[in-house]
């Protein structure tokens, strides 16, 4: 079993829907992060959350630290969303160490 | 802002040669990086973590006589692909992180590396 794993793994949707993406840990974290990886390889972190709520944009990244679990929500979904959103952790002792990242989730925005 | 400038961004060699990649964090100092090796439809795959003035410590698996890293400045680290084979055509990508409480991981904009 992985120690971050996302859900769903492919999702689908029409330009205007609210989207959920899922992140869950096994294991004790320093930070949180959501990244976004465009067709062309390249990659934007997101947020980086230790508890609590972040908002940017259109963007909103929760965290639960009790419950191990993280979600990234996007409002007003734009065919521009479309991409791999990957979800990783930092694992102390501190947050600046490696990266465990998730299995990423394929995010394509129909218009 | 933080920025991680990575060249080149894609390269096509032949059989048995090196090519050497390039990292630079461009508006602050990293004294970490770290190479990240990408397969299709696949997450991300730590390769090396990257320490300025020592030597990179490799993960499990990977050979440090083949990958070879160096980090001799603040601001940048290279990755060299010595006596490349076709198996190693993949999508290479580094990132560093600026410390502070609001940064988090910035990455390079990556490699994709045909070996032919």
């Known amino acids: 079993k992985n120690e971050v794993e996302q859900s769903p793994q492919n999702l689908t949707a029409q330009e205007g829907e609210f989207i959920t993406i899922n992140c869950s840990y096994s294991?004790?974290?320093?930070?949180l992060h959501w990244l976004q990886q465009h067709p062309g390889g390249g990659i934007v972190s997101l947020f980086m959350l230790s508890s609590g709520k972040k908002k940017h944009g259109r963007l909103i990244a929760t965290i639960n630290i009790q419950e191990k679990h993280s979600s990234l929500h996007i409002t007003a979904s734009h065919p521009r969303d479309s991409a791999v959103y990957i979800c990783?952790?930092?694992?102390?002792?501190?947050?600046?160490?490696?990266?465990?990242f998730g299995e990423g989730t394929q995010l394509t925005v129909n218009p | 802002g933080a920025v991680v400038s990575q060249h080149p961004s894609w390269v096509i060699c032949k059989s048995g040669t090196s090519v050497k990649i390039e990292c630079r964090s461009l508006d602050f100092q990293a004294t970490t990086m770290f190479w990240y090796r990408q397969f299709p439809k696949q997450s991300l795959m730590l390769m090396a973590t990257s320490n300025e003035g020592s030597k990179a410590t490799y993960e499990q698996g990977v050979e440090k006589d083949k990958f070879l890293i160096n980090h001799a400045s603040l601001t940048l680290s290279t990755l060299t692909v010595t006596s490349a084979h076709p198996e190693d055509s993949s999508f290479y990508i580094c990132?560093?992180?600026?410390?502070?409480?609001?940064?988090?991981?910035?990455f390079g904009s990556g490699t994709r590396l045909t070996v032919v």
């Open positions: 294991v004790g974290i320093s930070a």
């Open positions: 990783a952790v930092s694992i102390p002792p501190t947050s600046g160490s490696r990266l465990t």
């Open positions: 990132s560093a992180r600026k410390t502070g409480a609001n940064y988090g991981y910035t």
